[in-house]
């Protein structure tokens, strides 16, 4: 039933016929359940690699959006590995497969929780980095929309979109700078800083012209710094301190330096500055040594000292702090679902299940979110098509950490893990002196 549907999709005269067939497709994909519809979305691939034909690559794409409109959230872990392709459409000849294309992205991003965000990352960065200039603003687009349904997640994960996308504001297309001029900009909002708010305009502007940069440090190194400083803020001031130090100008150089120092005064993790510490020592390193001025050098030298101080220590040197991370990895996690989730039975389908689930809540864990909706939510929507309510709200519930805070029950595997990783930090850090940890 499911070929006939498709041939109706490919032989429909128009757009609008076409889109009507799978509808067609997707409500009798939805009639035969979650198990059935991997078959159907696999029976697709081949209309979106035709080549030779419109109506089977703007066909396969509408059925996508389709399936993705009426599954939801469920179907989320098979359609998602589609993207690339969906991606690589955006770029078609024709243009109704390129609205095709924009139409099943939209539709397939739609699906994941804010928590997804880190898994569809990798398939944007392809996006903008290996593909046509159309696919480069689809995917610019894309994660733009996430600065609006995933803004705390976004921040998390600025130090590596930032580079990225930065890279595509120099882009021989002018639409794709433009683009890439918005994503940016819609990214450096999702910090909140206050104390950054109005020089925005400036930090990008100084991207999109180098020459800028000089301008943009004077009104910085004005700016009273006095909200605590986190590593989002810290990922869109690194470019331009970069360029600050590499300046010539003296003032600038010594002006970039005090922004540094003064900033750093306001981070109160290690974790947030550690990373940025290669980034930024070696231009203060070269003031040091061959600054224009014993003041400069002295500056230089105090900016420096206190990057250090709140990166945790010289890197590299064996008397940096070692930073709690969790970092309990999606095999761990699978583990323990496994042993939790015997109502499942094995499948390739469900293992696929399994395996993205796991994906989600290692990323809740890396990123310290203990909070039992955060958990429902990865869990449920996904396992409900192996198991029945009961057993999969069950299995959320234990698997939740933060079940400890609210209930006397016996800790779950996932927070076992996460105890071991701290008990080692623990006790690596009580076998050194005070000095050293």
């Not at 331009?240 to 130090?245: A, I, N, P, S, T």
Request: net charge negative; hydrophobic share 45%; glycine share 4%.
């Amino acid at each position: 039933m499911s070929s006939q549907l498709i041939d109706a999709i490919v032989k429909a005269e128009n757009t609008e016929q076409r889109q009507t067939a799978a509808d067609a497709l997707a409500a009798f994909a939805k009639s035969e359940g979650l198990v059935k519809v991997v078959a159907t979305i696999e029976s697709l691939n081949p209309l979106l690699e035709n080549k030779k034909s419109i109506p089977h690559r703007e066909g396969g794409l509408l059925a996508l959006g389709a399936l993705a409109t009426v599954f939801g959230q469920a179907v989320e872990p098979f359609l998602i590995p589609q993207m690339p392709k969906v991606f690589e459409l955006y770029s078609d000849k024709m243009v109704v497969v390129r609205q095709a294309a924009e139409v099943a992205s939209k539709a397939i991003m739609a699906l994941p929780t804010r928590y997804a965000v880190r898994l569809l990352l990798p398939v944007i960065f392809h996006a903008i980095k290996e593909s046509k200039w159309y696919s480069k603003i689809g995917a610019l687009d894309i994660l733009s929309g996430l600065t609006q349904s995933a803004p705390q997640q976004i921040s998390a994960a600025l130090s590596d979109i930032i580079p990225i996308v930065s890279e595509t504001m120099w882009d021989s297309k002018p639409e794709v700078r433009d683009q890439a001029t918005k994503t940016v900009t819609d990214c450096f909002n999702v910090v909140g800083n206050p104390d950054l708010i109005s020089s925005i305009p400036y930090l990008v502007g100084c991207i999109n012209r180098p020459e800028e940069a000089a301008d943009c440090i004077h009104q910085l190194a004005a700016t009273t710094f006095v909200t605590t400083v986190e590593e989002p803020t810290l990922a869109i001031m690194c470019p331009l301190l970069v360029r600050g130090l590499a300046e010539r100008t003296p003032s600038i150089q010594r002006q970039t330096a005090v922004i540094i120092d003064n900033m750093c005064k306001l981070v109160e993790n290690p974790a947030h500055a550690v990373q940025f510490l290669p980034k930024l020592l070696p231009g203060l390193d070269r003031m040091i040594e061959i600054g224009a001025s014993p003041e400069l050098r002295s500056v230089a030298e105090r900016a420096r000292a206190t990057l250090v101080r709140v990166g945790g220590g010289e890197p590299g040197s064996k008397d940096q702090v070692v930073t709690i991370a969790y970092t309990v990895s999606a095999e761990q996690v699978l583990e323990v679902l496994k042993t939790k989730a015997a109502f499942v039975k094995v499948s390739d389908f469900s293992a696929a299940l399994l395996a993205y689930v796991s994906t989600l809540c290692s990323e809740l864990i890396a990123s310290r979110n203990f909070e039992k909706d955060a958990w429902v939510s990865s869990i449920v929507p996904y396992l409900a098509a192996v198991g029945s309510e009961a057993e999969v709200a069950t299995l959320a519930e234990e698997s939740t950490p933060s079940t400890l805070t609210t209930t006397p029950r016996t800790p779950s595997p996932t927070l076992l893990l996460l105890m071991l990783r701290r008990v080692s930090f623990f006790a690596t850090a009580s076998s050194r002196s005070p000095t050293e940890v």
